[in-house]
Every structure is written in C-alpha cells, then in structure tokens.
T-cell receptor, first 116, second 116 residues
C-alpha cells in the first residue's frame, strides 16, 4: 500500500535560517511525489512535484525538495526561511497502479512556524 | 480564473438532517475527489471520480455519498449526518495523467461542517 510519513508535527525555525520539513514514503513502483502548503482558512496549494529526472526539484516561493530513492525520502527545504512561510505543509504520494490510479495519499502534515 | 468552488464554506447543523456540499470546477478536469481533514490525521480521501458517472470509494467513505453527473460538479452528500462527521472538507480536481508527467490537484478553500 502507498503511504507517506511526516515524522515531525511541528518545525520551528528563525527567519533567515534554512528550513527542512521531512517526508518519507512507501510505494510500489516509481513514486510521484508532491508537496502542498495550506494557509489558514484556505485549501491546499501545490508547491512542487517529483516525477522523474533530477533529484533536486525546485518549486514555488523558493522551496525545493530532494528526492532520495535509497532513503525513500522527499524532504522539503528552503535556504532562508521567511515569517510568511509559516503554514501547514503536506507531503503526498500518487498511486499509479491499476484500479486506484490517480489517488493521492497524504501525510499528516507538519506545522512550520518561522519566528521573526 | 481557474478554481474549485465549494459551498457552503461553513455549516452548523443537527444530527440526521440531510445535507449536500457542492463542488464545482471550471478547468474541465476529469478527476475529482473529496477529502476530510482532521487534526493529527492529515487528509483522508472520502470518494473520488475518474470521470463522469465513474466514482469510487476512498479510505473513509462510510456515511457519505457522491454523484458525478456532469464533469464540472461533484457534490458530497451526507444522508444522515452524525457528530463524527464534524470536520473540514476539501474538494479537489486534476486532469488525467499525460505521458510521463503528472498534474497536481487543485483544491477548493474548504467547507467546515459542525454536526451537533
């Protein structure tokens, strides 16, 4: 079965410091991986995805993520955090097999707080 | 503007009173899905639809119904709501897979349901 784990419920970082939000996955076959961000009272917004190719993927708002097949991880990173990055972040993996083709499986989310 | 629109955004109702949450997308997407978001549990899929007249159960379908009579609409129906269905609900849509790529899902802004 497909699954995603976000081991940290909360991540706190000072503005200007680098940030990392962790994600590990379990999937049969090649993974399609996504990061979404949720601001208060809003739906999820797409940040970036890994389908194939370079292991370092760049996305919106200066975020990037590194795909590591051997560690089955897809950690979200940003070199210099902003207070406005404070939000709830979700990692997701997409099912690409058979009858459940297209389904997204989400992690539990990580609340990122950036302190000024 | 490309968007997924959910209505209502907020609803307080009582146990047993049938309700419908509407979802409409203007992007001509084939795939649509409903999720519920609960603290500590992330997003869990309720139902999804690969295309018109094609629907299937997600991880937590009990107590819910859906229909997909038109491509743009995917209503979520609670025939006899109960307090354990108090949650934040999201509708999402996406185009189908194309080649080796994959398309992110677009989310509505959510519907907060309180069942008393």
């Amino acid at each position: 079965a497909q699954s995603v784990a976000q081991p940290e419920d909360q991540v706190n970082v000072a503005e200007g410091n680098p940030l990392t939000v962790k994600c590990t996955y379990s999937v049969s076959g090649n993974p399609y991986l996504f990061w979404y961000v949720q601001y208060p009272n809003r739906g999820l917004q797409f940040l970036l995805k890994y389908i194939t190719g370079d292991n370092l993927v760049k996305g919106s708002y200066g975020f990037e993520a590194e795909f590591n097949k051997s560690q089955t991880s897809f950690h979200l990173k940003k070199p210099s955090a902003l207070v406005s990055d404070s939000a709830l972040y979700f990692c997701a993996v997409r099912d690409n097999r058979g009858s459940t083709l297209g389904r997204l499986y989400f992690g539990r989310g990580t609340q990122l707080t950036v302190w000024p | 503007e490309a968007q997924v629109t959910q209505n209502p955004r907020y609803l307080i109702t009582v146990t047993g009173k049938k309700l419908t949450v509407t979802c409409s997308q203007n992007m001509n997407h084939e795939y649509m899905s409903w999720y519920r978001q609960d603290p500590g549990l992330g997003l869990r899929q309720i139902y999804y639809s690969m295309n018109v007249e094609v629907t299937d159960k997600g991880d937590v379908p009990e107590g819910y119904k859906v229909s997909r009579k038109e491509k743009r609409n995917f209503p979520l129906i609670l025939e006899s709501p109960s307090p354990n269905q108090t949650s934040l609900y999201f509708c999402a849509s996406s185009p189908p897979r194309t080649g080796t790529g994959d398309q992110p899902q677009h989310f509505g802004d959510g519907t907060r349901l309180s069942i008393l």
